[in-house]
C-alpha cells in the first residue's frame, strides 16, 4: 500500500468536519492519515472526537502567547513534531499571520460556508438569506493570507428554500462540507491537485470543481 499522507487538524470548536475526515480516512483507501488534532481552546468538542479516535491532540492556548507571529511559530512546531504534511482548518477561529500561511502554501485546506468568492467571513447564511439568493453552498481551498482566499478545489451547492432561516440552511450546508471536505482532501493528498496562476487544477482540470444539487 502506498503511503498514507499525514494531515493535521485544527479547531476551536464542535469539530463535525473533523469527524467527517476521521470517517473517511478511516478507509484503507483514503490517501490521508490525521494524526494530529491541534486547537487553541482545551474546551473544544473536536478535541474529545479526536481522542475517541485515538487521535493524538494538543492544545496551544493563544491567550499565553503575545502577538499572532509567536502563537504561530508554537502552532508550526507542534505540527512540525508530529511529521504534518498537510493542513486541514475545520473551524479555526484565529487569523494567521502571513508567514504561517505562506508555509503551508498548497498544502493547507479551508473550508468555508458559502459558494466563494460570495460571501466571505462570519455569518455567511444569514448574509444569503438577506440578499434572497437562491442558491447557496460551501466550498473548499486552499489558505492565502486574505481571508476565505485561494485556489478553489471543491464546491457544493445548496437550495434556499423559502421557509429556510440561518440555523436551518447552515444544517444543510453542514451536510455538504461533510461530502466535499474529505474529497477535497483526498484529491490534495494523492496530489491530483496542481495550482497553477492561483487556479487549483484538479487532475489538468480547472476548479472549483462544483457538485450541483442533484449530485
Ligand atoms: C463550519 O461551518 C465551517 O464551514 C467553518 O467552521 C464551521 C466548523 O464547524 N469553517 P464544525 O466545528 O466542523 O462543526
Not at 11 to 37: F, K, M, R, W, Y
Not at 81 to 95: H, K, M, Q
Not at 136 to 161: F, I, K, N, Y
Request: glycine share 8%.
Amino acid at each position: 500500500m502506498t503511503r498514507r499522507i499525514p494531515v493535521g487538524v485544527l479547531l476551536s470548536g464542535g469539530g463535525t468536519n473533523l469527524q467527517a475526515l476521521i470517517d473517511a480516512c478511516a478507509s484503507p483507501t483514503h490517501p490521508a492519515e490525521i494524526v494530529l488534532v491541534l486547537s487553541n481552546n482545551a474546551d473544544a468538542y473536536g478535541l474529545e472526537r479526536a481522542r475517541k479516535a485515538g487521535i493524538a491532540t494538543a492544545v496551544v492556548n493563544h491567550r499565553e502567547y503575545s502577538d499572532r507571529v509567536t502563537f504561530d511559530a508554537a502552532l508550526q512546531t507542534v505540527l512540525e513534531d508530529a511529521g504534518v504534511e498537510i493542513v486541514c482548518l475545520a473551524g479555526f477561529l484565529r487569523i494567521l499571520t502571513e508567514g504561517f500561511v505562506e508555509a503551508w502554501r498548497d498544502r493547507m485546506l479551508n473550508i468555508h460556508p458559502s459558494l466563494l468568492p460570495a460571501y466571505k467571513g462570519l455569518e455567511t447564511h444569514q448574509r444569503a438569506l438577506d440578499d434572497g439568493v437562491a442558491l447557496h453552498g460551501c466550498t473548499v481551498h486552499l489558505v492565502r493570507a486574505d481571508l476565505d482566499s485561494g485556489p478553489m478545489l471543491l464546491q457544493a451547492e445548496v437550495p434556499v428554500l423559502p421557509e429556510d432561516d440561518a440555523a436551518t440552511l447552515a444544517t444543510r450546508v453542514l451536510y455538504r462540507e461533510h461530502e466535499i471536505y474529505p474529497a477535497a482532501l483526498s484529491l490534495l493528498a494523492s496530489g491530483r491537485i496542481k495550482v497553477e496562476d492561483e487556479v487549483a487544477f484538479i487532475d489538468g482540470v480547472p476548479g472549483p470543481k462544483r457538485l450541483t444539487m442533484a449530485g
